[in-house]
């Protein structure tokens, strides 16, 4: 069964770091293009980050670029997101998913940044 | 605001058929496919619709996807009040090099 968990998400002040995991089985997790994507409280989908199967292409949404780094470990078949200098406009539910499509999501780990 | 279009919110009977629109542009949804997810309350988001139109395994055939132009359509037929969600259309932009998506249409059986 193809299966992504997310987890690290929590309560982070302003200005503070938190970093990510998405752990992947199931599939072959070093041929995939990964991807997060976050959704604030009650509203919609908003793309965050991908990087290509082998970890040489990544890109970023304008709202989080200089400030976050997305990673993979495909030894360990795992995504990670390290967030930095987090504002209260980025406490959002992350999920990660996989390929072109987004065709597999995780659960979604809760970040909240707040004093 | 997001960069597809849809509407806000969809109703329709039991039984009843929806279709749920998604508006974009050349470098969005006119050169590159269009997907649809669904969000049953308090879960993560599912594949519904790849590449315009493509059912993943277990998706009935209640719900078809269609793409003209720079416009996605998603048509639910024989509506059943577990389809009560929110769908998201979802494409590559090229010209942004982004992910996007839409705002969201919230569907409500009556």
């Known amino acids: 069964e193809v299966q992504l968990v997310e987890s690290g998400g929590g309560l982070v002040q302003p200005g503070g770091s938190l970093r990510l995991s998405c752990a992947a089985s199931g599939f072959t997790f070093s041929t995939y293009w990964m991807h997060w994507v976050r959704q604030a409280p009650g509203k919609g989908l908003v793309w965050v980050s991908r990087?290509?199967?082998?970890?040489?292409?990544?890109s970023y949404a304008d709202s989080v670029k200089g400030r976050v780094t997305i990673s993979r470990d495909n030894a360990k078949n795992t995504l990670y997101l390290q967030m930095n200098s987090l504002r209260a406009e980025d406490t959002a539910v992350y999920f990660c998913?996989?390929?072109?499509?987004?065709?597999?999501w995780g659960q979604g780990t809760l970040v909240t940044v707040s004093s | 605001q997001s960069v597809l279009t849809q509407p806000p919110s969809v109703s329709a009977a039991p039984r009843q058929k929806v279709t749920i629109s998604c508006s974009g542009s050349?470098?969005?949804?006119?050169?590159?496919?269009v997907h649809w997810y669904q969000q049953l309350p308090g879960a993560a988001p599912k594949l519904l619709i790849y590449?315009?139109?493509k059912r993943p395994s277990g998706i009935p055939d209640r719900f078809s996807g269609s793409k003209s132009g720079t416009s996605g359509t998603l048509g639910i037929t024989g509506l059943q009040t577990g389809d009560e969600a929110d769908y998201y259309c979802g494409t590559w932009d090229s010209s942004l090099s982004v992910v996007v998506f839409g705002g969201g249409t919230k569907l409500t059986v009556l």
């Open positions: 050349g470098s969005n949804i006119g050169s590159n496919y």
């Open positions: 998913t996989r390929d072109r499509d987004l065709s597999t």
């Open positions: 990087i290509k199967s082998d970890g040489s292409i990544t």
């Open positions: 590449d315009n139109n």
